[in-house]
């Protein structure tokens, strides 16, 4: 069985990437979320801030960059709609991010 390192860290650092959602969502930026949590996987991992957070984050775990993406935005829309807000998650909507 395969395990992708870097969902196993969204796991791990949940909690504390949630944090930049939250923070996200202060500056009305929601659309840029994914972004802040690639920055701050990468500071996690002890990589200075990047103009290229995805294809940072792809280099560090080996990973195709739209992969990268794609689970970085999985993990926000499951955070948002289960952790952050209380309801059914069913009735929110994804967010809509920034294009690439």
Sequence with gaps: ????????????????????????????????????IAHAIAEIKGKKYSESPFRQVAE???????????????FINKRYKEELFYGDPATFNDIEFRPL
């Design 60 to 74: 560090l775990y080996n990973l195709p960059e739209e992969e990268v993406v794609k689970k970085i935005r999985d």
């Design 1 to 36: 069985m395969d395990i992708n390192p870097l969902i196993v860290d969204l796991k791990e650092y949940g909690e504390e990437l949630e944090d930049s959602i939250v923070i996200a969502i202060g500056f009305d930026e929601l659309e840029l979320a994914d972004r802040h």
